[in-house]
């Protein structure tokens, strides 16, 4: 059974969605003490969290990108702003998922049960690949040179991996958003944007600038 641990913090909401995940065939638990919120959630070890982004003390956002420095569990940021922006700021914080309160439960199932898949199915690839000189654990999610190591978040490296297995040639977006949300009537268009633009800036840093190119109306190639 799966963990879900549930970050919000109106208590009538709080209850109610543990009780629905719980209904749901889940193991649901949820954050009470926010004021040491980032430390609570790693000892939870829950296998998806749900995170609503007005939590007090530290904003779900600034949360995200705290926890993301040391686990890479899937994260849904839960939200009632709709906006755009807060969507991109939040998948550039590492966010696996996004969703929109009021949500239909239906949906909410339906997204934890794409994120908890694809999270799965890369867990379980096995084995090295070599991408210019360096060691590419798709299982861990890292690039190695022998001394450094780059670690990338679980959507990175989906999109890494399907960029490697078709190095060379053009990757479209429905394939790269197929590995991702396996699930066409889920896809994030901006997601994927974001997504694609943070694992550029990765590998740059890394020192391998202009790894991935943008052919317009086609897709990427991985060089």
């Known amino acids: 059974m799966y963990k879900i641990y549930v970050i919000e913090d109106e208590k009538s909401i709080r209850d109610d969605l543990v009780t629905f995940l719980s209904n749901s065939g889940y193991d649901a638990d949820a954050l009470t003490d926010f004021k040491n919120a980032k430390e609570e959630i790693i000892k939870a070890n829950a296998d998806l969290i749900l995170m609503d982004i007005n939590i007090p003390y530290l904003n779900g956002q600034m949360l995200l990108a705290e926890l993301r420095k040391e686990i890479d569990t899937p994260i849904i940021m839960v939200t009632s702003k709709v906006s ?22 239906t949906i909410l199932l339906l997204r934890i049960s794409a994120v908890l898949k694809r999270y799965n199915k890369n867990t379980v690839s096995s084995g090295t690949q070599k991408y210019e000189g360096l060691d590419v654990n798709v299982a861990k999610g890292s690039l190695t040179d022998g001394e450094r190591e780059l670690i990338l978040t679980k959507n990175e490296m989906i999109i890494f991996e399907a960029l490697l297995e078709k190095k060379g040639e053009i990757v479209s977006r429905d394939y790269i958003m197929d590995k991702l949300w396996n699930n066409e009537e889920y896809i994030n268009d901006n ?11 990765k590998l740059a ?3 391998i600038p202009d790894a991935i190119e943008t052919r317009k109306k086609q897709g990427y190639v991985l060089k």
């Open 191 to 201: 997601a994927l944007t974001v997504n694609i633009s943070r694992l550029r800036s």
């Open 205 to 207: 840093d890394f020192g």
């Open 84 to 105: 755009e922006a807060d969507e991109v700021l939040s998948m550039s914080f590492g966010a696996d998922d996004y969703i929109t309160k009021p949500y239909n439960p």
